[in-house]
Nanobody, 125 residues
Framework: QVQLVETGGGLVQAGGSLRLSCVAS????????MNWYRQAPGNQRDLVAS???????NYLDSVKGRFTIARDNGKTTVFLQMDSLKPEDTARYCC???????????????????WGQGTQVTVSS
């Protein structure tokens, strides 16, 4: 019913920048909050950045001052601008959204978390 698709990952040298995008589509009534997570092999999954429907943001301490999360005016797309990248930022980055959507009966309002497939970010030293 709802799909999240991330783009923008890639290979970059340390100190470089990348901009990730995550587009939500489907029978969306409202997206309450959107988040970026990352996970490197052998590591736990970390919440990198989050943004509420009101625009309030939060960041992982290690990315504060380097990463910026933002949403478009339609609020179905979330961006993660990543500057001054470090090798330790290397991970698979996944988008997550808390979504209210129209149920299959085309009448009920449902709500759940959705995840994208992720996009790989590799930072070389």
């Amino acid at each position: 019913q709802v799909q999240l698709v991330e783009t923008g990952g890639g290979l970059v040298q340390a100190g470089g920048s990348l901009r990730l995008s995550c587009v939500a589509s489907g029978s969306i009534l409202k997206i309450h909050g959107m988040n970026w997570y990352r996970q490197a092999p052998g590591n736990q999954r970390d919440l990198v950045a989050s943004i509420t429907s009101d625009g309030d943001t939060n960041y992982l301490d290690s990315v504060k001052g380097r990463f910026t999360i933002a949403r478009d005016n339609g609020k179905t797309t979330v961006f993660l601008q990543m500057d001054s990248l470090k090798p330790e930022d290397t991970a698979r980055y996944c988008c997550n959204a808390d979504v209210s959507y129209l149920g299959t009966d085309h009448y009920s309002t449902m709500r759940r978390d959705y995840w994208g497939q992720g996009t790989q970010v590799t930072v070389s030293s």
